[in-house]
């Protein structure tokens, strides 16, 4: 596997972290939303430029490690929380909110991320983590809703 691949993979070092690669990954998520805030179409860019490169990166690992959604691939975290936080606002309650609620959807993987994760290569790897970034989202939608902030 080339160096570019395994960079990306495991979002510039990040899924070396030795614990927690993926939770590592999310916080850093989180702060690359944090530092786009206000700049939205960088991010309306960067997420779909990073999933398109995560499904054939994430395979090529995945492939060349001979193991399925090995630990050192973290792009899905980093893909995942950007949309999670998609469109909501950037607060700290809210990004803390997010993290927590998208760790535990991408840990739990209910149907039908749990379906999405058996998908093929770097299909499988990116999908499960945009499946909980969306149940995410919309959770906090309905919350800030609910709670009269959004």
Do not use: H
Not at 112 to 136: F, H, K, Q, S
Request: charged fraction near 15%; glycine fraction near 10%; hydrophobic fraction near 60%.
């Amino acid at each position: 596997m080339d160096q570019f691949t395994k960079i990306l993979a495991t979002f510039f070092g990040i899924g070396y972290f030795p614990v927690a690669p993926g939770t590592a990954a999310t916080a850093v998520g989180v702060a690359l939303a944090l530092a786009l805030q206000g700049y939205s179409w960088a991010y309306a860019v960067v997420v779909p430029v990073l999933f398109a490169a995560g499904v054939p990166v994430c395979g090529r690992v995945e492939k060349a490690l001979k193991q399925k959604d090995p630990g050192i691939i973290v792009l899905d975290e980093v893909v995942g929380v950007l949309i999670a936080l998609a469109g909501l606002p950037m607060t700290w309650p809210v990004a803390i909110s997010v993290f927590f609620l998208f760790r535990a959807f991408d840990m739990f993987k209910i149907y039908p991320i749990n379906r999405l994760e058996a998908l093929p290569g770097g299909w499988g790897i990116m999908l499960d983590d945009v499946m909980a970034a969306v149940y995410t989202n919309i959770i906090m939608r309905i919350a800030l809703r609910w709670a009269g902030i959004y």
